[in-house]
């Protein structure tokens, strides 16, 4: 099951990850408050390294969980933690599909989307990515990929919060009443936004 590295060089490993992951979301945050105050000519470098951070981070999870991949408990848990992860994968794909924007830019023209997925969270692309992220680390039986999926998810509730910040200001009243109406988004809401 994926090659054998020593546990130490697993561990440098997982570490830069965690590193790279977490420097790599901050500026997913700090893009979300300052898009519409960079110069218009640096919005599509802005969108392409938010699709790069994005992509990376997940090819960098598979090549870890490829390394640090154990014998399961069981193969019914194995299968479980696979099964969650394709339900993750589902879910973004679905809340990509009904976005009437592009994905890695903020909304500008007033819509707010709340229909599909976004009737159930108002995050469901960062709940898709943290369950496909758990999903993963029970199906390769990998502690480690277990603690990322939870740095990775504790990260997505930061740029959420980031994100939210802007949708407030663009939204008001209107995103919060939303939020409070979604799964997970009234308990989420209780939440200052820092």
């Keep these: ?23 790599t979301y901050m500026f997913i945050g700090w893009k979300y ?13 802005l969108v392409f390294a938010h699709f790069f951070i994005v992509i990376s981070n997940i090819a960098a999870f598979v090549v870890f969980i490829w390394l640090d991949r154990h014998e399961p408990l069981s193969i019914v848990l194995s299968w479980m933690g696979l099964v969650v992860a394709i339900a993750g994968s589902i879910l973004i794909i ?16 007033g ?3 709340t229909s599909g997925p976004y009737k159930i969270t108002a995050h469901p692309i960062y709940l898709g990515g943290a369950t496909a992220a758990f999903g993963l680390a029970i199906w390769s039986a990998s502690m480690l990929a277990l603690i990322y999926a939870l740095v990775i998810t504790l990260m997505l509730f930061i740029v959420s919060r980031a994100e939210e910040k802007d949708l407030v200001k663009e939204f008001g009243d209107r995103y919060l009443e939303y939020k409070k109406k979604t799964w ?9 936004s820092a």
Aim: aromatic residues 16%.
């Design 94 to 109: 679905w809340a990509i599909l009904a976005l009437k924007i592009p994905t890695f830019m903020p909304p500008s023209d």
């Design 1 to 23: 099951m994926g090659i054998r590295t020593n546990y130490p060089d697993i561990i440098r490993i997982f570490v830069s990850l965690c590193f790279y992951m977490v420097a």
């Design 111 to 113: 819509q707010l989307i």
């Design 33 to 45: 408050t300052s898009y519409f105050k960079v110069a218009r000519v640096f919005r599509p470098l």
């Design 184 to 192: 997970l988004g009234g308990v989420i809401s209780r939440f200052p």
